[in-house]
């Protein structure tokens, strides 16, 4: 590891960290997008930490500004679903970005406008992203956003972000499996053909991508034999719907089933880890 990309991550994290949290903990104050608040922001953050590490062990062209702009645009990259959860939210995360630092007055960051662009093109995933990650190529603040992005979406915390996302874009329970299984493991494909150089990273989150695989592919069978999916609280379907009505905190539920009760307390573990 490039014994530099330490003293990178917390001068970047002195400077920005702390008013950058504020602002998304206060947007997301009344939003009924959980999933996707201030603390999913700090989940990318340490994401994007571990891949800047990581990156930083075989490509020379990691510098400041880099751990900067992936830094600022990851606290802003989802800060457009305050008002829309739908594919434009990056597009007004960029401009939220954009006014943010005229209405404070800012200095902008040495690379401002890739900042902005990796914002608005963070959810269009296609291989073009990983580009950077090689040896030859200077790391992109899109690329490393989108990543970690991706990796956040795994696992007992990606069960529950695709589920409130989908149901929030009006998927039915009856498609909900099917479209998220087919969406993650094109994700999660992507994912292993970019990053080749980074074996510990792909090799950890398959697990969690297997995990989620696995408990969508249980809601399916689940759900098809069920003939009023909506009225269901035990096992897979039973979370989704905990889920889909709001009530996925601990003191709103009863008698769950071991299924259901076991995935929250799984999912609270991990939340407050990830807050770390």
């Not at 709001?246 to 008698?255: K, L, P």
Request: charged share 25%; with cysteine; net charge negative.
């Amino acid at each position: 590891m490039n014994a530099e990309i330490e003293i990178w991550i917390d001068r970047a994290e002195t400077a920005w960290l702390d008013i950058l949290y504020s602002n998304a903990a206060q947007l997301f104050q009344n939003s009924t997008l959980p999933s996707h608040d201030h603390s999913h922001h700090m989940r990318v953050w340490n994401l994007g930490k571990t891949i800047l590490r990581e990156l930083s062990t075989f490509n020379p062209d990691c510098s400041y500004p880099l751990v900067e702009g992936v830094l600022i645009a990851t606290f802003f990259h989802d800060l457009g679903m305050v008002y829309s959860s739908r594919e434009d939210h990056g597009k007004l995360g960029s401009d939220l970005c954009h006014t943010w630092f005229s209405k404070w007055n800012k200095n902008l960051p040495e690379r401002f406008q890739e900042i902005l662009r990796a914002i608005e093109l963070h959810d269009q995933k296609n291989l073009q992203i990983y580009a950077s990650f090689s040896r030859e190529n200077p790391p992109e603040i899109l690329g490393i956003l989108s990543v970690a992005d991706d990796l956040e979406a795994l696992g007992t915390i990606g069960i529950y972000r695709y589920a409130e996302i989908y149901l929030q874009r009006g998927i039915p329970l009856e498609e909900l499996g099917e479209r998220i299984l087919v969406n993650a493991a094109t994700r999660f494909k992507n994912l292993s053909a970019g990053c080749k150089l980074c074996p510990s990273i792909i090799e950890k989150y398959r697990r969690e991508y297997e995990e989620l695989c696995l408990f969508f592919e249980q809601y399916r069978r689940q759900i098809a034999v069920t003939s009023d999916a909506k009225t269901i609280f035990s096992g897979h379907l039973g979370v989704i719907n905990y889920i889909r009505t709001g009530h996925a905190d601990q003191s709103s539920r009863e008698q769950e089933d071991s299924i259901v009760s076991d995935y929250f307390k799984k999912l609270d573990y991990e939340l407050a880890q990830a807050r770390l």
